[in-house]
């Protein structure tokens, strides 16, 4: 079976009982181009345009009409959480600062499993755990995580990024120019 469309879970028709459930992992979703085997044996080729990130709700459409909800599967995540607030928040600000993929939830931060980061936040002051549980960590600031030249939003994404140099560099201007 092959799938060349997603569809945007904002975008999904409500009949989602017509969509089958499709368990994907926060690595799987993010592929573009994969192959999956069923647990009834079909192989399910998923072809979307390169740099496609799947989430929690989308529908993925089949050459002959069958229809796919994805869902996150659990997978093994290490669960953060404290009592203190301020350590929660510092816990968010030292991972986010080394780029990692972070779930934020009511009360907790979510991680992939990493000993060196553990050690870190222990000594940040809050706690963590493993657990198996469905990893929807942030997509990033403008909605698509890191970006590349080939992405959809990217055009977008450096336009807004090139008005903001400009009016910066229009209300400070750089005290020494160039020639």
Same mark, same amino acid.
């Given at each position: 079976? !092959? &799938? $060349?469309?997603? &569809?945007?879970?904002? *975008?999904? =028709? ?6 089958? =459930?499709?368990?994907?992992?926060? =690595?799987q979703r993010q592929r573009s181009?994969?192959?999956?085997v069923l647990e009834d044996g079909?192989?399910? =080729? ?13 529908? !993925?459409?089949?050459?002959? %009409?069958?229809?796919?909800? @994805? ?8 669960? &953060?959480?404290?009592? *203190?607030?301020? +350590? !929660?928040? $510092?816990?968010?600000?030292? !991972?986010? +600062?080394?780029?990692?993929? @972070?779930?934020?939830?009511? /009360? ?7 000993? @060196?980061? $553990?050690?870190m936040l222990h000594l940040i %002051? @809050?706690?963590?755990? &493993? ?11 403008? /909605? ?36």
């Open positions: 079976m !092959l &799938i $060349r469309t997603l &569809i945007p879970a904002a *975008n999904c =028709a409500q009949d989602a009982l017509a969509a089958h =459930a499709l368990e994907l992992n926060n =690595a181009r994969q192959l999956l079909r192989e399910l =080729a998923i072809a979307l345009p390169p740099g496609t990130h799947m989430q929690t709700g989308d529908q !993925l459409i089949a050459d002959d %009409g069958f229809r796919f909800e @994805v869902c996150a599967a659990a997978e093994t995540v290490l669960r &953060i959480h404290s009592n *203190n607030p301020t +350590n !929660l928040l $510092r816990a968010a600000y030292h !991972l986010g +600062n080394r780029h990692v993929a @972070v779930e934020v939830g009511d /009360g907790y931060l979510a991680i992939e499993p990493d000993s @060196v980061l $553990r050690d %002051g @809050v706690d963590s755990q &493993i657990v198996d549980a469905p990893f929807q960590p942030e997509s990033g600031a403008y /909605g698509g995580g890191h970006k590349h030249g080939h992405d959809a939003s990217f055009a977008d994404d450096y336009q807004l990024a090139q008005t903001l140099f400009a009016a910066h560099a229009h209300d400070h201007p750089h005290p020494h120019p160039h020639e």
